[in-house]
């Protein structure tokens, strides 16, 4: 069974920086493709951004193209988004995911909060 274990969320000022990391163990052959999801306080939760772990594909939300980065380690099993310019409509919970078929995501990490004040 895949494990994802997110980390790096907080609070930081609109304009800032974070980086989440996304730890995946148990069994990582399992997945083709990582994305980080968030749920943002009164909306569906939505797609961020997603990579293959060649790194050669990737994809992001209109909303976050320019400021977002996602980018792998594969020797350490893990995914980061790098986030910059932060707004405060980006303040949400976000969420790692793994797998193997485009658009079916089987594997979820618990969450980390991120809070972005004006």
């Known amino acids: 069974q895949v494990q994802l274990v997110e980390s790096g969320g907080g609070l930081v000022q609109a304009g800032g920086s974070l980086r989440l990391s996304c730890a995946a163990s148990g069994g990582t052959f399992r997945t083709t493709r990582m994305a980080w999801f968030r749920k943002v306080p009164g909306k569906e939760r939505e797609f961020v951004a997603a990579?293959?772990?060649?790194?050669?594909?990737?994809n992001y939300a209109d909303s976050v193209k320019g400021r977002f980065t996602i980018f792998g380690d594969n020797a350490k099993n893990t995914v980061y988004l790098q986030m910059n310019s932060l707004k405060p409509e980006d303040t949400g919970v976000y969420y790692c995911a793994g797998g193997a078929t485009r658009g079916i995501w089987d594997y979820w990490g618990q969450g980390t909060q991120v809070t972005v004040s004006l």
């Open positions: 990579i293959n772990w060649s790194g050669s594909i990737r």
